[in-house]
């Protein structure tokens, strides 16, 4: 049985860069994981409740090897454990919480590495790391538009782009289902919805990320929905320049507003 053990932990440096797991709809409800953030707020359906389902490993295509690394290694130099999951000594490391004292801008300059895409959500995976020590998903956008600054990431109509986030739930290969790092949220990303976005694009590993807290809106109903809780507080205060319009009239609005930033 030791034998055994051993092995299966040695497989999991082998396997893990090949998980692509993919979204298992259907699935029963689990208990709480240690590695969750909290155990509070979660019976308040919150918006990210689909990030607590367990899915597990498919046949998805993955990136060539070297932007899976790059992958890899951020998010555990953002987010890794002290030590590989399985290991009964690991503490996560949580992900940090930007502390803003004032509204940022609506729609910021953009520079080398943002980009404002219309875009809809079509599927999710999560991955564990090579080194076994965190936990990230990825989130299929399939781009209507895109508006970039000059130099910036080029985003072809009609591609799909990786916004990765952390955390997410697993089957893991050594026989447990694993959440780790997923805090419960008022506002996320919903399956098969329409998102104006603002993300930040990683040349290293081609993927992007975003900020939970600021820069997105729900264009699925028709309009612009805010839909992080900064963005709801500016639409309150009567700031919002983008809050309530059409998905023409911000296109119209952003080639004004994208040009003219600061």
Same mark, same amino acid.
């Given at each position: 049985m030791k034998r055994l053990f051993l092995l299966g932990r040695l497989t999991v440096f082998c396997v893990a860069t090949l998980i692509g797991i993919l979204q298992s709809p259907g699935q029963s %409800? @689990?208990?709480?994981?240690p590695f969750e953030s909290t155990k509070k707020g979660w019976g308040r359906d919150p918006a990210n409740s689909w990030m607590r389902t367990p899915v597990t490993p498919g046949n998805e295509r993955d990136p060539q090897p070297a932007a899976r690394m790059a992958r890899d290694n951020y998010w555990d130099n #953002?987010? $890794?454990?002290?030590?590989? /999951?399985?290991e009964p000594s690991a503490q996560a490391r949580q992900m940090p919480i930007a502390d803003m004292?004032?509204?940022? *801008?609506?729609? %910021?300059? /953009?520079?080398?590495? @943002?980009?404002?895409?219309? +875009?809809? !959500?079509? @599927?999710?995976?999560? !991955?564990?790391?090579?080194?076994? @020590?965190?936990?990230?998903?990825e989130i299929d956008i399939r781009v209507d538009r895109a508006f970039?600054?000059?130099?910036? *990431?080029?985003?072809?109509?009609?591609?799909?782009?990786?916004?990765?986030?952390p955390g997410g739930t697993v089957n893991t290969p050594w026989g447990k289902v694993l959440s780790y790092v997923i805090r419960p949220s008022e506002y996320d990303f919903q399956p098969g919805h329409t998102y104006l976005v603002l993300a930040s694009y990683h040349r290293e590993g081609d993927f992007?990320?975003?900020?939970?807290?600021? +820069?997105?809106?729900?264009?699925?109903? $028709?309009?612009?929905? %805010?839909?992080?809780?900064?963005?709801?507080?500016?639409?309150?205060?009567?700031?919002?320049?983008?809050?309530?319009?059409?998905?023409?009239?911000?296109?119209?609005? #952003?080639?004004? /507003?994208?040009?003219?930033? %600061?």
């Open positions: %409800p @689990r208990q709480q994981d #953002l987010i $890794g454990a002290s030590a590989p /999951l399985f004292k004032s509204l940022p *801008p609506e729609v %910021p300059e /953009l520079g080398l590495t @943002r980009v404002l895409m219309i +875009g809809k !959500f079509e @599927r999710y995976r999560s !991955f564990i790391s090579a080194s076994a @020590r965190s936990v990230y998903t970039a600054g000059t130099g910036g *990431p080029y985003v072809n109509e009609n591609s799909v782009v990786q916004i990765e986030r992007y990320t975003v900020n939970d807290k600021r +820069g997105r809106w729900d264009l699925t109903t $028709g309009t612009a929905i %805010p839909d992080t809780s900064i963005e709801v507080i500016r639409t309150r205060k009567g700031l919002s320049q983008l809050s309530g319009l059409t998905k023409a009239q911000i296109e119209d609005k #952003l080639e004004q /507003l994208v040009s003219k930033a %600061p």
